[in-house]
């Protein structure tokens, strides 16, 4: 079974509560879809060195926030693990030259337990997460992405989370008005996903504008390749293009499948 992969804004942990326009989009995904086999989980939240899969068989909820409303913490995302999926995976990664580790212990973060909460509800899918290394490239991410691409084809289903801004600095809470900038972000990332333009996407830093603003630190938006490196030459549709307090945008993407786009 082929599956798509998918790349979400993860957004703030209080989406775990307020779904918004991005989390009943990934609903909507999720009931489309035959169910994954498993599902490999690269999160903006698990920084290693080198990339690192969990080989835990009951994944523990991890709260790594704090000062939000205590319901939150009350919340569990109680799905199986995946061991054998995470050590298929490092031996993808050894195979392409890439050094990995598995970590017997690691839990779900945030960002993997909150979008999974509105994919697969039922908890009822085992699940793996691949931590990123925010000191390389996104070269090296799309390579790890690339690395894992047969994965796919195995019914794996890979979830790159992340957010497309992410400038905690200029957070408005109670603010509807986007800033322009984020849009023009939004736009010039959709146009060179579109146009498969990777060296573009690559190299966003220089090229991209304002993306020193969108993204002062790398870690939120370094997921987007390894989903890109899964999907290979698929082509992309944007599932959701919602903004958040004005300068968190929720952009997410589909690779593989042409009619996967929520209506």
């Not at 690269?42 to 409303?69: M, Y």
């Not at 999926?85 to 392409?96: F, H, I, K, S, V």
């Amino acid at each position: 079974m082929n599956m798509p992969t998918v790349f979400v804004s993860h957004g703030a942990p209080s989406m775990a509560l307020q779904p918004g326009a991005a989390g009943e989009a990934l609903r909507r995904l999720g009931r489309r879809w035959s169910k994954p086999t498993a599902i490999l989980m690269v999160s903006a939240h698990w920084e290693t060195q080198s990339p690192s899969l969990s080989i835990a068989t009951q994944p523990e909820t991890i709260h790594d926030f704090f000062g939000f409303p205590a319901p939150l913490y009350q919340l569990r995302y109680l799905a199986p693990g995946a061991p054998a999926l995470a050590q298929r995976a490092a031996g993808l990664l050894q195979e392409a030259g890439i050094a990995a580790t598995l970590d017997p212990r690691r839990g779900l973060d945030h960002g993997a337990w909150v979008p999974l909460r509105y994919l697969y509800p039922e908890a009822d899918v085992p699940v793996t997460q691949l931590s990123i290394q925010p000191q390389l490239s996104p070269l090296h991410h799309y390579r790890v992405g690339e690395a894992l691409r047969p994965l796919t084809q195995e019914g794996v289903l890979i979830v790159a989370s992340g957010s497309l801004t992410h400038n905690l600095g200029e957070f408005r809470m109670r603010s509807e008005q986007v800033s322009p900038y984020v849009k023009d972000f939004q736009a010039w990332v959709l146009d060179a996903l579109e146009k498969h333009d990777l060296c573009a996407l690559i190299d966003y830093r220089k090229l991209a504008p304002d993306a020193v603003r969108a993204h002062p630190t790398d870690e939120h938006f370094l997921p987007l390749f390894v989903a890109l490196g899964a999907a290979g030459a698929r082509p992309v549709h944007r599932y959701t293009d919602e903004v958040t307090f004005g300068v968190i945008a929720m952009d997410g993407y589909v690779f593989g499948e042409r009619d996967a786009v929520p209506a």
